[in-house]
């Protein structure tokens, strides 16, 4: 895939949920095939956000008494309607959403980087073993209610229109804001909660198999209802076990994972030609994520549902990784080390091609809305030094973040490789 422009676009604001959440800026590398050439693909990078990123992060710390006032409030009422729902199964974990009432700040901004807004500041915790069982869940609904929370609803974007899913009349149809990552659980077993709840998304497991329940609720008193409101998550996890799972594959996996994924190259190795350096990283990071995901992820959510759901049969599976598949996961990140420098030797030659540079002016924002559409020698020579001086601080940036990717794996294995 040709990459054939560099333009820079600034911050803007997208409408979802309604309310106003700022979606970082990116610069983007818009593709286009061209027969008899060799071709590359670069993932689309973030912008030079930092001073965006401060800001939020004093917002956060601001925020935070009037949040953990919030979160007070929000699992008092969801203690209380556990213990009337006992009988469903449903448990509270007092300790654990007292420990944990925020996200912290660090994955808040790490979210904020990737998807533009973090609506689950405020979260809490549940354990509820039958994720089946579609009349607890409505009974738990009903007595959220009492206490004066809702589901939040959401609009999504059409895919195909870009805009706001509409009816038949053209108005905007309103979502649940609920995930079910489930077997088992179809839009037809949803049929007692009513048409509006059938809209939920609804999921398979994740390839780990880790499976839950995440939802987000606001307040119908005051503001809640309102611009400014709060939204409060919840997920339904099977029990103890399962919590500990997700921390621990959170660490061990996700992060390494997480980090690698920022590096600015396009990580499907389908975008790229086979043998070109981005082909080799894309590989080497899939194979990566396969591994981790296998030895550790899927053992552990296994393990941790059989013990949570106290099923004595069930033969405990190792969580480990063997001599071998050690050093090749070490080895793979090695060679993305390795073959980075290649990589932007690749895409720095291509993209100041003059045709390249043309293309990415004439991408670019401050272009589309210019009246004089003449391009001079002096603007692509300006736009190419633009181009290198980005490129460069790419690459810098993501020979760090395989230096703490590379630290990352060997915590990793040295938690779960075989000793000898």
Same mark, same amino acid.
Do not use: W
């Given at each position: 895939m040709l990459i054939t422009s560099l333009p820079l676009t600034n911050y803007g604001y997208k409408n979802n949920n309604n309310a106003a959440h700022l979606h970082l800026g990116e610069l983007k590398l818009k593709p286009q095939l061209n027969a008899d050439v060799v071709s590359f693909c670069a993932k689309p990078p973030k912008f030079d956000n930092s001073f965006f990123m401060d800001a939020l992060g004093k917002g956060y710390d601001s925020a935070e008494p009037s949040l953990i006032a919030k979160a007070r409030e929000f699992h008092g009422s969801l203690k209380r309607v556990?213990?009337?729902?006992?009988?469903?199964?449903?448990?509270?974990?007092?300790?654990?959403?007292?420990?944990?009432?925020?996200?912290k700040k660090k994955s808040v901004l790490d979210k904020y980087e990737r998807q533009g807004n973090a609506q689950d500041i405020i979260r809490g915790t549940v354990y509820w073993q039958d994720q089946q069982d579609v009349m607890a869940f409505k009974k738990f609904l009903e007595e959220m209610k009492e206490e004066g929370w809702i589901l939040s609803?959401?609009? $999504? +974007?059409?895919?195909?229109?870009?805009?706001?899913?509409?009816? &038949?009349?053209?108005?905007?149809i309103k979502?649940?804001?609920?995930?079910?990552?489930?077997?088992?659980?179809?839009?037809?077993?949803?049929?007692p909660l009513g048409e509006y709840m059938q809209r939920a998304e609804i999921s398979r497991p994740r390839e780990s198999t880790y499976a839950d329940w995440q939802m987000r609720f606001i307040s119908t008193k005051g503001k809640g209802m309102k611009e400014g409101r709060q939204d409060c998550e919840v997920i339904f996890l099977y029990g103890p076990k399962y919590k500990d799972a997700k921390?621990?594959?959170?660490?061990?996996?996700?992060?390494?994972?997480?980090?690698?994924? $920022? +590096?600015?190259?396009?990580?499907?190795?389908?975008?790229?030609? &086979?043998?070109a350096a981005g082909y080799l990283i894309a590989s080497n990071f899939k194979e990566i994520q396969k591994r981790l995901v296998q030895f550790i992820s899927q053992p552990l959510f296994v393990n941790a549902f059989n013990a949570d759901l106290k099923i004595k049969e069930a033969e405990k599976l190792p969580v480990e990784i063997s001599k071998a598949y050690s050093h090749l996961i070490l080895n793979y990140a090695k060679s993305i080390q390795k073959t980075l420098p290649s990589y932007y030797t690749q895409i720095t030659k291509e993209l100041l091609k003059d045709e390249?540079?043309?293309?990415?002016?004439?991408?670019?924002?401050?272009?589309?809305?210019?009246?004089?559409?003449?391009?001079?020698?002096?603007e692509i020579k300006e736009t190419k030094r633009d181009i290198k001086s980005k490129l460069l601080d790419w690459k810098e940036k993501d020979s760090e973040c395989i230096i703490e990717v590379l630290g990352d794996l060997r915590q990793t294995l040295d938690k779960f490789a075989v000793k000898d």
């Open positions: 556990v213990e009337k729902l006992k009988a469903y199964g449903f448990e509270y974990d007092e300790a654990y959403n007292s420990a944990c009432p925020l996200k609803p959401l609009r $999504k +974007l059409d895919k195909e229109t870009g805009d706001f899913v509409k009816n &038949k009349n053209g108005s905007i979502f649940p804001d609920l995930e079910i990552r489930q077997e088992g659980v179809t839009v037809e077993s949803l049929a921390e621990i594959e959170h660490k061990y996996v996700y992060e390494p994972v997480r980090k690698m994924k $920022k +590096l600015h190259v396009d990580m499907n190795p389908e975008h790229h030609p &086979k043998g390249q540079v043309v293309a990415s002016i004439k991408n670019s924002p401050s272009y589309q809305f210019r009246e004089d559409k003449t391009i001079t020698p002096k």
